[in-house]
């Protein structure tokens, strides 16, 4: 197969345009192409473009390569994924994997294709009810606090953009592989070679529950509304098992709890990182944990046309994606400003997990065709802000914002126009942006619930960023707050074989404290897995 970079094409491209590429480069009118990146070029408005590589193959390519002297032609290099061989230790009880967001899918899933007939225990609500319930809280503003924006099948990302963009490397094929099994679940196949990949809050639900179902039909089982209570240990200071609380209805509705101890001598911990409980076990049982930076901060809304008119030079632009921006700036006293989970026709959402704490993501449908443009505006924050020397700290940081913010909106998403928000005054009307919201809102002051260096920060960079994108600093922009759940502020520490210090716990994922979205947090759920399968044979139930 031939690489072919650097194919300049323009916005609404056909076949006819790609095969003309070809052509240029000389490449037999014959072979077959697939375009394996595709990015978007926009920073000269008169010559936006798109900046295309492509794979094609045809008998003799090989020779045809020898002999070209194009500088954009080259052998193709796409890493093909493989299992790992099995290990040799004996595996008395399947592996449990604690979490069904990304990590967990994933690990499960790479667990149930190698045969190990994983066991997934997910505090929240499977995808269909828990949206449900989420529909529920919006509306009524009446919370569960298992099944929510941040628990439930599927993760946090399932109520995102469902982005896929990462800075990680993979030399061994895990990212496309995740993506060709995204698609394999529903997704479109274009995120295979967009180069800002997304799958939008509305197709996620029907990816996750078609990967709940392949995962089932491998072999795997899922058991929802189980929550994990307490990890057990023997003499010998390993894994031997976990007690959990199964719930559910009886046929009058009532709600019922039954605890259940579940053996294992393999533990995959995949939680998000909104499982204080979770956390808070791990610290009693002197699971070593360390604290970690993260950022917090607001989310802003603007009109997506005038997002498009800044970065497009045009107000309607049907064919080019709908615009995006990346911002990144720094505050007087060092701290990074940026934008964060931006998401172009998307909608602000409420996504508390806890009763009188209030918090806010963002959230886009795959055709991203929303009347605004939101995304957090964050500020760094690390160790030496939050109260105390304890690992958890950090989420006591969260906590007193997020109390903060419940008690300004009392119980609704506090918003702000930034004109107010630079005059530290309550707003009183809005302007000609209006908020697009999911869950109840009212006016606030923002400003009382942020710390002084990040409203500071906020403050300091907002000039900038207005000069980068024109109107981006108008005053009856829309804030709203607060955006205090960008990753995790714990890590669960482990060894280069992805294992705590307690033997048979192998923490990963986003929440675990070594990933910053779906992508990445799949990719470690993988490489987690991987190493359990490198390390110990089938149970012999499986063998069997």
């Known amino acids: 197969m031939i690489r072919i970079s650097n194919v300049k094409l323009p916005p609404g491209f056909s076949d006819a345009d790609i095969r003309l590429a070809l052509k240029k480069e000389r490449i037999p009118s014959a072979a077959k192409w697939e375009i394996s990146r595709l990015s978007l070029d926009a920073r000269k408005k008169d ?3 798109y900046l295309c590589t492509l794979e094609t193959g045809w008998p003799g390519d090989s020779d045809f390569l020898r002999q070209s002297r194009s500088p954009n032609l080259a052998v ?3 890493p093909s994924y493989c299992f790992p061989p099995r290990g040799e230790r004996p595996l008395d009880f399947r592996p449990v994997i604690v979490g069904a967001g990304p990590a967990g899918l994933f690990a499960a899933r790479i667990l149930a294709e190698a045969g190990y007939q994983p066991l997934v225990i997910e505090r929240g609500a499977p995808v269909e009810e828990r949206a449900e319930d989420v ?8 919370l569960d606090p298992d099944s929510n924006v941040q628990f439930g099948e599927g993760g946090a990302g399932t109520f995102s953009d469902g982005k896929l963009m990462t800075q990680i490397r993979d030399k061994e094929g895990r990212i496309r592989q995740m993506l060709s099994w995204f698609v394999e679940a529903g997704a479109d196949p274009s995120i ?3 180069s800002k990949p997304h799958i939008g809050t509305d197709t996620l639900k029907t990816v996750v529950r078609n990967l709940r ?3 089932l039909s491998l072999g795997g089982e899922i058991r929802f509304h189980c929550r994990l209570e307490e990890i057990l240990t023997n003499r010998d200071g390993r894994i031997c098992g976990i007690r959990v609380m199964q719930s559910g209805k009886d046929a009058s509705g009532q709600v019922h709890e039954k605890e259940e101890i579940l053996e294992t001598s393999v533990l995959l911990l995949c939680p998000g990182h909104s499982a204080r409980d979770t956390f808070r076990m791990l610290e009693r049982l002197h699971v070593p944990l360390e604290s970690k930076a993260f950022a917090v901060g607001l989310r802003i809304e603007h009109p997506q046309k005038d997002i498009d008119l800044a970065q497009y030079g045009r107000k309607s632009a049907p064919d080019l994606p709908v615009a995006d921006y990346k911002l990144t700036g720094t505050a007087p006293d060092g701290r990074g400003v940026f934008s964060f989970c931006m998401c172009p026709g998307g909608q602000v959402v409420n996504a508390s997990s806890e009763y009188g704490c209030l918090a806010v993501n963002g959230m886009s449908c795959t055709a991203r065709d929303g009347r605004n443009a939101n995304a957090a505006l964050v500020v ?7 109260p105390g020397d304890s690992p958890l700290a950090g989420i006591s940081f969260q906590q007193k914002l997020e109390k903060l913010a419940w008690e300004a909106g009392e119980g609704h998403i506090p918003v702000q126009l930034l004109g107010d928000f630079r005059q530290n005054t309550v707003s009183r009307i809005l302007g000609d942006v209006e908020p697009d919201l999911c869950g109840s809102w009212r006016f606030a002051n923002l400003g009382t619930i942020l710390p002084s260096p990040v409203r500071d ?3 300091a960079a907002l000039p900038a960023f207005g000069q980068k994108i024109h109107g981006f600093d108008r005053p009856d922009a829309v804030f709203s707050g607060v955006e205090s759940r960008t990753s995790s502020p714990v890590r669960i520490l482990r ?11 192998f923490p990963c994922g986003e929440g675990a404290g070594y990933a910053g979205g779906i992508t990445s947090a799949a990719v470690d759920g993988m490489k987690t897995a991987e190493e359990i399968i490198r390390r110990y044979r089938l149970p012999d139930a499986a063998e069997s």
Do not use: C, Q, T
């Open 47 to 49: 010559r936006i473009h």
């Open 76 to 78: 193709s290099s796409n």
């Open 135 to 142: 529909g529920k809280f919006w509306k009524n503003g009446r």
């Open 192 to 194: 295979l070679y967009w």
């Open 213 to 215: 179902e392949k995962i």
């Open 380 to 386: 760094s924050v690390s160790p030496s802000d939050y």
């Open 457 to 459: 920060g906020l403050l």
């Open 495 to 505: 060894d280069e074989h992805f294992e705590s210090a307690l033997k048979g716990l």
